[in-house]
Structures are given as C-alpha cells and as structure tokens.
C-alpha cells in the first residue's frame, strides 16, 4: 500500500469507528433515555473499551450532542424527500404534517430523547443555538410550502404549527396511544393550514384588484 494512503485510510477507519459509537448511544439514549445513558453503557454496546471512548469524544456532552444531531438529520432527510416529491404544495403540507406528528408520536422514544436533551441545553444556557436550529430548519420546508401555496405570512404560520405538533406529540406520550384523537389534531392542523391559504389568497385578489382600479383612474383622468 502507498505511503501516502496510510494517514488517508487512518483517518476513514477514525470516522467509521466514530459513527459505530454515536449509533450504539443512539440505541441506548432511545431505550433508556438521555439522563439515563452512561458512557459506560455506549462504551459496551459499541464493544470498545470505556478508555478508547475518549479517543473519539471528548465527554457525554459532546457524544449526545452528536447522537442529537443523527435524530434531527433524520427527520430533515425525510422532510427533504417530501419537498422533492410532491409538487403542489397543499399535499405537500399535509405529508410534512402527517409525517412530522406520526413520526414525533410513534417514535416516542427519539422524540422524548430530543426533549430531555432540549431541557439539558436550557439547564446549561446553551439552548440559543439548539433552538434556532430546530425551530427554523424544521419549520423552514412547511413555510415553504406555505408560500407556494399563497397562504398569509407563511412563516409566522410554520412557526405556530410547528410549535403547535410539538405540543400536542408531548402530551400524546403522556396516555395510551389514541390513533383517532392523533387523527382528529391533524385535520385541525390542515383546516388552519387552509384558512391561512384562503387568507392570504383572498388578500393577493383585493390587492390585484385595486391595482386595476387605480389604473382604471389614471385612464380616466387622461381622457
């Protein structure tokens, strides 16, 4: 093998042993949640000695960080893959929505994981950048669509609904499981959806139309 490749196949061997790890915190942060998860236990899961662990992350903090990070790329591919496949943007809505609250509700464990983390990054005064992130990569696709879609301030709307599926997916896991109530919530959220698309098209028509009227004067006030 070339001189040259050693440092090169070093470095891939580094990365691919990292991302064993960060999954195996991955597995064990959904079953037992953040709080709960030790290094000692990823150190197990990913079979490398707890003193090796070192030599990949600096501490728990960094490693969660990461493992935080796997879940809300997760959800951005998903989301990703919708804008991508669904032209008209009243369909897309409703899959971002459906798949955002089906996913939040059902992977309950992820979801509770991403908040228990949420609450260590306020706890440490660090949650300005976390929540920015969150907030506006996840609310970013749904405006979009918002905005293709004609609706009234589209993000603002995003934002609520956003904030809105977060709310009620936190109470979800707080009682069985209820499939038609979880059903039910979505179609409130589509009907806010629509109104704000009935808003913000009725508002374009007024605009256009006294648009037209001002020309209208002008012609007059040639003649």
């Not at 260590?120 to 996840?138: L, N």
């Not at 905005?147 to 609520?160: K, L, M, Q, V």
Request: with cysteine; proline share 4%.
């Amino acid at each position: 093998m070339p001189r040259y490749a050693n440092p090169k196949l070093k470095v891939a061997v580094h990365q691919i042993r990292r991302e064993e790890i960060e999954l195996a915190a991955l597995r064990i942060v959904c079953k037992r949640g953040f709080p709960a998860t030790t290094l000692r236990q990823v150190a197990k899961q990913a079979k490398v000695p707890l003193s090796n662990l070192h030599y990949y992350f600096r501490d728990k903090s960094e490693l969660m960080q990461c493992v935080m990070q796997h879940l809300f790329d997760g959800m951005l591919r998903v989301f990703d893959h919708i804008r991508a496949a669904e032209s008209d943007p009243v369909k897309r809505i409703d899959r971002l929505l459906e798949t955002y609250l089906t996913r939040t509700t059902e992977d309950w464990q992820a979801s509770l994981a991403f908040i228990e983390y949420w609450a260590e990054c306020v706890r440490k005064g660090t949650v300005d950048k976390f929540y920015t992130q969150v907030q506006f990569r996840y609310s970013e696709p749904i405006a979009e669509a918002l905005r293709d879609a004609g609706a009234e301030d589209p993000e603002r709307h995003a934002r609520a609904l956003l904030a809105l599926m977060t709310g009620y997916d936190t109470f979800y896991w707080s009682k069985p499981a209820d499939p038609e109530e979880r059903a039910q919530f979505l179609e409130f959220a589509r009907i806010l959806v629509r109104r704000a698309i009935a808003h913000g098209r009725a508002r374009v028509r007024l605009v256009r139309r006294g648009q037209g009227e001002r020309k209208n004067d002008r012609s007059t006030t040639k003649d």
